[in-house]
């Protein structure tokens, strides 16, 4: 099979320029033999193979560019609470299960705080969400988060801004309000898959670079094949996500990849960036197509946003971006754009994860719509309970109903550009 993005070196984005390590695993050659092989080394690859590695399993993880060369090392970097999806299965399956979709809510932060901490991860983490009123009536959004935490007695730390307050922390009178979360925040997702990366190889994990997986040959001990070797294993996951496109019997049409684009200025002086951003918090706005920034460690204001389906990138990133970002703040009007970049974010039409099987011992997991830094960290633990036979949470995402657009995925990609103009005018009005 024919795999559209493979033995690329990172996008020329601010994280690859500031990487603590570039990757150089060995590309897969000859026979290998393991328990389970990880197909894709973005967060969701990377967070099982480690989650296995360290319950001592044996694992080979294969990615056909470099590890967190998609979504996972080019994203906003925003570390938020929560899965898509969690709402409607808590309709579907009831209070029974309330406690079991809190926790994974929450389960994301943790994991990344723990292996920050355990693994001494470089990676810039820092307390501090802000999600932010550019409408009036929005402001209501931001109290009703509000008083969702006052009623769970929420042990960490959160505050509602009201239009004084936000305007005084983020030096710009765009906002109408902010509802800050600092269970949240935000880090440099690039170096941190690198570092999960390197601590699941420390344990005893294979990684394989520069290895596009063409096929998987389903069986006993299904085989998953590169060009020039294979590897054998109890099962295999995929985790290709957006950029995956292996399986199209099982996969195709269920997950939509959008690009979504970054712009960073150049590094701000310290004034101009605690004027801009005085508690360094991530922000996003509450739109149903989101912008969303946050200041990088040595101070570049970091601003993304859009959500293009039609497969037909923008000449100029930093020219369809940069009005957006002045827009919210003129005063940065002078400062350069040093780094621009894009990638590929897994829409789903219902907004809930596709998670399941496309064979007996080959697992799937995709489509976090563009809010996957926690998200994927969840779903590697609860894809490497699945592997070795805890299957309660995973039967719980793999329960879920999804829709298929009929015909081929480039129909579905105009059918769900057709829904995202629906939410850009909402966002307007
Ligand atoms: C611009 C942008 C901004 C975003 N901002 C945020 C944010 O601020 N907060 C947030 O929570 N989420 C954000 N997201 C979403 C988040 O980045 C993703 O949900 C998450 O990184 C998905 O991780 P993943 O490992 O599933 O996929 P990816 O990181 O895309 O990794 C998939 C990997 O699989 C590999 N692969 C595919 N096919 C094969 C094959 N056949 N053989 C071998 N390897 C293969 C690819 O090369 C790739 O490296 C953003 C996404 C984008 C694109």
């Not at 994280?15 to 290998?32: F, K, M, Q, R």
Request: charged residues 25%; contains cysteine; proline residues 3%.
């Amino acid at each position: 099979m024919k795999i559209e993005h493979q033995k690329q070196e990172h996008t020329g984005s601010y994280y690859a320029a500031t990487v603590n390590e570039l990757t150089d695993y060995p590309a897969l050659e000859g026979e290998h033999s393991t328990d389970v092989c990880i197909v894709g080394g973005g967060f969701t690859g990377v967070s099982t193979a480690l989650a296995l590695a360290e319950r001592g399993y044996s694992v080979a993880l294969v990615e056909a560019n470099r590890i967190g060369w998609g979504a996972s090392g080019r994203n906003g970097g925003q570390v938020i609470n929560g899965l898509r999806g969690l709402d409607k299965m808590a309709k579907k399956y009831g209070d029974g299960v309330a406690d079991t979709l809190e926790n994974l809510r929450w389960r994301g932060n943790d994991i990344i705080r723990e292996r920050v901490e355990k693994y001494s991860i470089d990676c810039d983490l820092k307390d501090g969400f802000a999600e932010v009123a550019v409408k009036p009536r929005q402001f209501g959004i931001l109290e009703a988060y509000f008083e969702e935490r006052e009623r769970a007695n929420f042990p960490h730390r959160y505050e509602l801004w009201d239009r004084n307050k936000t305007c005084e922390m983020f030096g710009t009178d765009y906002y109408y309000g902010a509802f800050v979360c600092y269970r949240d925040g935000h880090v440099h997702p690039l170096n941190l898959c690198i570092g999960e990366a390197r601590a699941a190889h420390g344990l005893g994990a294979s990684i394989f670079e520069q290895s596009p997986v063409i096929g998987i040959n389903h069986g006993k001990r299904p085989r998953v094949v590169t060009e020039h070797g294979h590897v054998d294993a109890d099962s295999v996951v995929l985790a290709g996500n957006a950029y995956g496109q292996l399986e199209p019997q099982h996969l195709s049409n269920l997950v939509f990849p959008a690009s979504s684009y970054i712009i960073a200025t150049e590094p701000l002086p310290e004034e101009v960036a605690q004027e801009i951003n005085r508690d360094d918090v991530a922000v996003c706005d509450v739109n149903e197509v989101v912008d969303y920034w946050r200041l990088s460690a040595d101070k570049r204001l970091l601003y993304g946003g859009a959500c293009n389906y039609s497969g037909r990138e923008p000449k100029s990133i930093k020219s369809y971006m940069r009005p957006r970002m002045l827009a919210a703040y003129p005063l940065l009007r002078d400062f350069r754009i040093e780094f621009e970049w894009s990638g590929k974010i897994g829409i789903v039409l219902n907004r809930t994860l596709t998670v399941g099987r496309t064979g007996d011992n080959v697992y799937y997991c995709q489509g976090y719509s563009g809010h996957g830094v926690c998200a994927s960290h969840v779903m590697g633990e609860v894809m490497a309970d699945a592997v070795t036979g805890t299957l309660e949470r995973f039967d719980l995402f793999a329960g879920m109903k999804h829709y298929r657009t009929p015909g081929p995925q480039w129909i579905g990609n105009q059918i769900v550009a057709l829904g995202m103009l629906f939410y850009r005018l909402k966002d307007k009005l």
